[in-house]
């Protein structure tokens, strides 16, 4: 079965960094583009970075362009994203994510609060 497990997240003030990982199992990684998506409270779920299957290619929300990076590792079976310059408004439940045959998957998520 498909499995994707985010490890990561915590509380950091604002302007710090944290990184988020995002174990995959149970489908053949390499082949699948990844994202990452977050929930704030009261909010609708958001895209926040995709990485094509290679790596070759990203896509950013507007909102964290230039501050996240999303990228992966095949070998690992594993996506990351490596959040800097955080804001308050960063602050959410962060779910990786995969869609096979038109299904999507999701992880457990991990919560990201920035706050001082």
């Known amino acids: 079965q498909v499995q994707l497990v985010e490890s990561g997240g915590g509380l950091v003030q604002p302007g710090g960094s944290l990184r988020l990982s995002c174990a995959a199992s149970g489908f053949t990684f390499s082949i699948y583009a990844m994202s990452w998506y977050r929930q704030a409270p009261g909010k609708e779920r958001e895209l926040v970075a995709s990485i094509t299957n290679t790596g070759a290619n990203t896509n950013y929300a507007d909102s964290v362009k230039g501050r996240f990076t999303i990228s992966r590792d095949n070998a690992k079976n594993a996506v990351y994203l490596q959040m800097n310059t955080l804001k308050p408004e960063d602050t959410a439940v962060y779910y990786c994510?995969?869609?096979?045959?038109?299904?999507?998957?999701w992880g457990q998520g991990t919560q990201v609060t920035v706050s001082s």
């Open positions: 994510n995969v869609k096979i045959r038109g299904r999507v998957y």
